[in-house]
Nanobody, 115 residues
Framework: QVQLVDSGGGLVQPGGSLRVSCAAS????????MGWYRQAPGKLREWVGT???????TYADSVRGRFTIPRDSAKNTIFLQMNSLKPDDTAVYYC?????????WGQGTQVTVSS
């Protein structure tokens, strides 16, 4: 079982930047892919982006060009670097990991974009 710990959320002004983290309990070499989803109040959870074991990244249209997913393999950690934030980016952000056909989730971290 993979345990994930999300952290780093907070309040940021429109146009600002924020980076959230996801620490996994085991090496990425045993995990097929990791990534991020988000859920805004009253809305369904939506996919944000993915990084595969090989390092390939893909992003939702709504965040492409503004968000990236760097990783620190030595610390079994991925990040979500968010730039040019908009109020519509306000949500709880959840890290996920896919291993052996099972999806594991972090507990989520709140990101609020407001002036």
């Amino acid at each position: 079982q993979v345990q994930l710990v999300d952290s780093g959320g907070g309040l940021v002004q429109p146009g600002g930047s924020l980076r959230v983290s996801c620490a996994a309990s085991e090496s990425r070499t045993s995990i097929y892919e990791m990534g991020w989803y988000r859920q805004a109040p009253g809305k369904l959870r939506e996919w944000v982006g993915t990084i595969t074991n090989g390092g390939t990244t893909t992003y939702a249209d709504s965040v492409r060009g503004r968000f990236t997913i760097p990783r620190d393999s030595a610390k079994n950690t991925i990040f979500l670097q968010m730039n040019s934030l908009k109020p519509d980016d306000t949500a709880v952000y959840y890290c996920y990991a896919l291993k052996g056909g099972i999806v594991y989730w972090g507990q989520g971290t709140q990101v609020t974009v407001s002036s």
